[in-house]
């Protein structure tokens, strides 16, 4: 390593991830400039949304829509609404796009039984499971906010001011893309909208500092849990 690139990891090191802190233009709101898919017909811009749907028609198998830039640390803060309330979908992040346009890596989980939920998609599977995902603090067929804060090995999600998993995870991937997901199956739709994305984010959430933050990894209290045979 050379020695001003010596100097400035240093840097950065003390003087913190937020240091480079930076809000990005994730979704304009009009199109979908930035944005792409295997299949772009089951996706559209309606009212400054993302929608997902293939109308009354059912849904052979899962479709991403994928975020052109890679993500490392990161907070993504947006708006999901999905109708019907029985129906599946999700965001995936730090994931991989296979040639099928089908999604390897994280997945926030939204859908009836699994929303606040930690999934890996189309890898290990379910890493944390969200206890409560029925319970009066989740918005059936409403717009529902959805928190992603992934720092290092450590991940946070949270739901309507609700953190519903904490998980350090030592072998998870660092860094991909994000995608939205509409799952295989019913006819549904799903709505992403007010979409911030910060790269490089302080560790904080809801209130609380990174030392609390760090505190419900060890912890996990009820509301979540960690993965089985952690």
Not at 40 to 59: A, E, F, L, P, R
Not at 82 to 88: D, H
Request: include cysteine.
């Amino acid at each position: 390593m050379k020695l001003h690139d010596l100097f400035l990891s240093c840097l950065l090191s003390l003087l913190g991830p937020g240091f480079l802190s930076a809000k990005e233009t994730f979704f304009n709101g009009k199109d979908l400039s930035g944005w792409s898919a295997e299949d772009m017909s089951y996706w559209s811009v309606q009212n400054g949304g993302i929608v997902g749907t293939k109308g009354d028609q059912k849904i052979p198998s899962n479709q991403f829509l994928w975020y052109d830039k890679k993500v490392k640390d990161f907070k993504l803060t947006l708006q999901v609404k999905q109708i019907p309330f029985a129906a599946n979908a999700g965001i995936q992040f730090r994931s991989t796009r296979e040639p099928n346009g089908q999604a390897v890596g994280y997945q926030a989980d939204i859908g009836k039984g699994w929303w606040g939920s930690l999934y890996h998609e189309h890898g290990r599977k379910i890493l944390a499971k969200n206890l409560d995902t029925e319970g009066t603090n989740l918005k059936h067929e409403k717009w529902n906010t959805y928190e992603i804060l992934a720092v290092g090995h450590r991940i946070w999600l949270a739901i309507n001011g609700k953190i519903t998993v904490a998980l350090r995870d030592p072998i998870g991937e660092l860094e991909g893309q994000i995608s939205l997901q509409v799952h295989g199956g019913m006819p549904q739709k799903v709505i992403y909208k007010d979409l911030v994305l910060e790269r490089n984010p302080e560790v904080k959430m809801l209130g609380m500092n990174q030392s609390e933050l760090n505190k419900l990894l060890e912890l996990a209290p009820k509301g979540f849990i960690k993965p089985r045979g952690k």
